[in-house]
């Protein structure tokens, strides 16, 4: 698993970007899928999101993940608890509550982790590049101002996602970015195939970020170009492979 610098030395705060690694799955899921949404075994993915848990010293029900669907929306957790599979569609969740662990499910889009400075409220947000451009982490962001945060105390960690040598996009990619603000072009690059780009993701939400008063930072881990430590859609769609694991990035308020 991987953590971030910047959130291990806050106070009261537990998070964990956890790799393809430690867990019970097979095959095309080895080993830690976390994602009911795969073809893999339930009772396997139960079992990983298990032992994800117990690194929070909680339990599989606690920890909260969404049916993500690449959307701006925001639920509050641990007032309302649910169970996965069955779980809302949203994209990013919030809490100011201990006893429940967050978490979202990534095969190459952004898992971004949030945390205040004085140990009062997490939050953990699914960007790929749709919920990036539209402003899943701003959304984010003001639902833990309405928990009481001041953005100013946030911290924000981008975790692995897939990388800006490897995220190849079509010709039509960069317009939406480009026409949201004309700085956005440098995110893009020219790639190899003809009217194609690469595209910056953990880039464009850190600066995402930055410009909403959050300081944040990056992992720098790549999940297309790590077969070995990630999961990846990408990986496998490129190898002609329909089904993928879920990777977890999780965090959580210290009882």
Same mark, same amino acid.
């Given at each position: ?36 949404? !795969? ?31 690449? !959307? ?12 996965? &599979?069955?779980?809302? *569609? ?15 499910? !990534? ?6 982790? @949030? ?58 990619? &960069? ?12 995110? @893009? *690059?020219?790639?190899?195939? !003809?009217?194609?780009?690469? @595209?910056?993701?953990?880039?464009y939400l850190l600066q995402r970020l930055a ?38 990035s999780a965090i959580a308020l210290e009882g």
């Amino acid at each position: 698993m991987i953590q971030s610098p910047s959130l291990s030395a806050l106070p009261g705060i537990r998070h964990r970007f956890f790799t393809r690694e430690g867990g019970v799955s097979e095959g095309l899921f080895t080993s830690l899928n976390c994602g009911y949404g !795969s073809a893999d075994l339930p009772e396997n993915v139960r079992e990983n999101r298990r032992r994800a848990a117990a690194q929070f010293e909680l339990d599989e029900p606690d920890l909260q993940t969404l049916h993500q669907i690449h !959307s701006t929306d925001v639920r509050v957790a641990g007032v309302e608890r649910w169970q996965s &599979p069955g779980a809302p *569609k949203s994209d990013a969740l919030v809490t100011d509550r201990p006893g429940v662990v967050l978490g979202v499910l !990534s095969a190459d889009c952004a898992p971004v982790l @949030f945390a205040d400075r004085r140990g009062r409220a997490v939050g953990a947000a699914h960007a790929g590049w749709r919920g990036a451009l539209e402003g899943v982490t701003d959304a984010t962001i003001a639902a833990l101002e309405r928990l009481g945060v001041a953005r100013a105390d946030l911290v924000a960690c981008v975790g692995p996602c897939i990388g800006r040598d490897t995220y190849e996009v079509g010709p039509e990619f &960069p317009a939406p970015f480009v026409a949201q603000d004309p700085d956005h072009a440098r995110f @893009f *690059k020219t790639a190899p195939r !003809s009217g194609h780009f690469h @595209f910056d993701l953990a880039g464009y939400l850190l600066q995402r970020l930055a410009r909403a008063g959050v300081a944040a930072s990056a992992t720098g881990h790549d999940t297309l170009d790590e077969s070995g430590r990630f999961f990846s859609y990408r990986r496998n769609t490129l190898r002609g492979i329909r089904d993928y694991g879920r990777g977890l990035s999780a965090i959580a308020l210290e009882g």
